[in-house]
T-cell receptor
Framework: SAVISQKPSRDICQRGTSLTIQCQVD?????MFWYRQQPGQSLTLIAT?????????ESGFVIDKFPISRPNLTFSTLTVSNMSPEDSSIYLC???????????FGQGTRLTVV | AQSVTQPDIHITVSEGASLELRCNYS??????LFWYVQSPGQGLQLLLK??????LVQGIKGFEAEFKRSQSSFNLRKPSVHWSDAAEYFC???????????FGTGTKLQVIP
């Protein structure tokens, strides 16, 4: 199994600013993902974080708004740029181990934009 | 494209009663299916998963789920619910080769004394 540490766990930010969320996995994993969970909603995939190359974004999400880095096999960051109140959500990091049979999730970052 | 439907947004059961949460999926081949639970303010915890073999899978916390290909369903069950089971439950599907996870909309479970 893999343990995922995500920080910050929560933050309140001013509109127009940016926040970078960090995700650290305690073991090497093959794939890492970033999800958004808007209030009262399910999880929506933002992008797949690719090691050493640009992330793969899902429809409706763009790199300028959600730049992602993955410099190595155990670490990734998601930046929420030029925030507006509509970006208030929980953002979750996920990782799939080398066995490829389970996705592990961090505790999430609860973001409030005011 | 794969998709998951959880038709029940909210369910209330009495403590000690049985529980069944419904999940229907859409995928062209044999899917990988999961149930996750999310307690308030917490991340997601895997309850159980189905890849192949026995269609009745056992999970943690006394949960089980049955894969029914003919109905494209993967319903979650528990014979006797505890107050600590109150949480939101998500069914999820993954395409072959372990790609992205697609989640259902979730079912919020309330347990009353």
């Amino acid at each position: 199994s893999a343990v995922i540490s995500q920080k910050p766990s929560r933050d309140i930010c001013q509109r127009g600013t940016s926040l970078t969320i960090q995700c650290q996995v305690d073991s090497q994993v093959t794939m890492m993902f970033w999800y958004r969970q808007q209030p009262g909603q399910s999880l929506t995939l933002i992008a797949t974080a690719n090691q050493g190359s640009e992330a793969t974004y899902e429809s409706g999400f763009v790199i300028d708004k959600f730049p992602i880095s993955r410099p190595n096999l155990t670490f990734s960051t998601l930046t929420v740029s030029n925030m507006s109140p509509e970006d208030s959500s929980i953002y979750l990091c996920s990782a799939v181990g080398t066995g490829g049979t389970e996705a592990f999730f961090g505790q999430g970052t609860r973001l409030t934009v005011v | 494209a794969q998709s998951v439907t959880q038709p029940d947004i909210h369910i209330t059961v009495s403590e000690g009663a049985s529980l069944e949460l419904r999940c229907n999926y859409s995928y062209g081949a044999t899917p990988y299916l999961f149930w996750y639970v999310q307690s308030p303010g917490q991340g997601l915890q895997l309850l159980l998963k189905y890849f192949s073999g026995d269609t009745l899978v056992q999970g943690i916390k006394g949960f089980e789920a049955e894969f029914k290909r003919s109905q494209s369903s993967f319903n979650l069950r528990k014979p006797s619910v505890h107050w600590s089971d109150a949480a939101e439950y998500f069914c999820a599907v993954v395409g072959g080769g372990y790609q992205k996870v697609t989640f259902g909309t979730g079912t919020k479970l309330q347990v009353i004394p």
